[in-house]
């Protein structure tokens, strides 16, 4: 089993910067993915950024491309979501979630379905 503690979430005013942490345990992650997504009120799950850890490859949602920045510390097996330039459209809960590599085409990544390990979530909160 894989184990994701998320923080990092808060309110925040438009215009500012939150950084949201995941710690993952349980696996060695060089064959893994690990993934941001977020879910608005009466909104689907909607993928943000993942990362492949074993070499740092990264992917993002064009509505945060530019503003947001995924990244990892192997060492403490944590990743991270720097947002700046926060929109109130930004508002919702976030997860992160990881999943382990497989022959697949790359969009596959991005649907939340097919990741089997979650986080409980962060709140991230932007006011106008």
């Known amino acids: 089993q894989v184990q994701l503690v998320e923080s990092g979430g808060g309110l925040v005013q438009a215009g500012g910067s939150l950084r949201l942490s995941c710690a993952i345990s349980?696996?060695?992650?060089?064959?893994?993915?690990a993934g941001w997504f977020r879910q608005a009120p009466g909104k689907e799950r909607e993928f943000v950024s993942r990362?492949?850890?074993?070499?740092?490859?990264?992917y993002y949602a064009d509505s945060v491309k530019g503003r947001f920045t995924i990244y990892r510390d192997t060492a403490k097996n944590t990743v991270y979501l720097q947002m700046n330039s926060l929109k109130p459209e930004d508002t919702a809960d976030y997860y992160c979630?990881?999943?382990?590599?497989?022959?697949?085409?790359?969009?596959?990544?991005?649907?939340?379905?097919?990741?089997?390990?979650w986080g409980q979530g962060t709140q991230v909160t932007v006011s106008s």
């Open positions: 979630a990881a999943v382990q590599i497989m022959y697949r085409a790359e969009n596959y990544y991005a649907r939340p379905a097919n990741y089997d390990f």
């Open positions: 349980g696996r060695t992650l060089s064959s893994y993915i």
């Open positions: 990362i492949y850890w074993i070499d740092g490859r990264t």
